[in-house]
């Protein structure tokens, strides 16, 4: 359903594996890339099905994933994406997650005449999509106070310090806890306590089920009036029936962080048309996919007398699009 809200040709599948790549070396995740892809390669093709990263998969898995499948098929093609820049990746596509889900906030707050102007945002994890999610609500005006890690979460009520998080977290594969280290005025805190930290604006982007019906009620308790899903279906039902009831603006996963979806299918495009674009060109088709999913999910809601519900939105507009396919084509 979040790849049909996209509006973009594409189906939905997952994959994955039990390996843990935590205290792996190179050359032991690449063996296991390799052997990953000995077994899937029959089955995937950028005509039949292209897997894209995930937690744990990011730049140097899908590189030897990619490699292995080159040297079993002798064939160069879009059939992952998330690929390096050297060999058919698109630009953009690292930040698109995190990018896409503030353009769809940004639409979703000022719906409701609000903005990401002068507002405290707390965001949940420190990986690809929080740190985006970061450098784009910054950029729209917002304060992110708070960051986390599967340890505990930072706080630095003058303002989350991007470059010293990418530095930690990127170059350094640090801790969250490191920033507190590096920055005078940021306080680490050991746990899950993220959402009890006071904000306008919470970002889930960690991990599916992270925030639960008594997070949501210490977040409204607090202040917040937004929330959207970065991650994966981060919020409980019980949250999600929380934030609902209490008139709290919800932003779906399915919905919210579908921009790392919709730049990975810009990507299979560059790949079939042999071309690159550049960053803008990439950034700017992702912003207007996102305004209008958000537009369908919310149009879609309030056609079928549920105004205002973005999850039933989404689920609709999703669904409706799909049975149409399978109808049309003698599938039901």
Known sequence: FKNSLTGLPMGGGKGGSDFDPKGKS??????????FMTELYRNIGP???VPAGDIGVGGREIGYMFGQYKRITRDFSGVLTGKGLAYGGSL???????YGLC??????LEDAGKSFQGSRVVISGSGNVALYACEKATEFGAKVIAMSDSNGYVVDEQGINLAVMQEIKEVKRGRVADYAKAVESAVYHEGRGIWSVPCDIALPCATQNELNGADAQTLAANGCYAVAEGANMPSTPEAVAYFMEKGILFGPAKAANAGGVATSGLEMSQNALHLSWT?????ERLRG???NIYRNARDTAKEYGRAGNLVDGANIAGFLKVAEAMKAQGVV
């Open 26 to 35: 190179d050359m032991e995740v690449m063996r296991f890339c390799q052997s």
């Open 47 to 49: 005509e039949i099905d």
């Open 92 to 98: 953009a596509r690292t930040q698109a997650t995190g």
């Open 103 to 108: 353009y769809f906030t940004k639409e979703m």
């Open 279 to 283: 960053f803008e060109e990439v950034d």
């Open 289 to 291: 996919i996102m305004v």
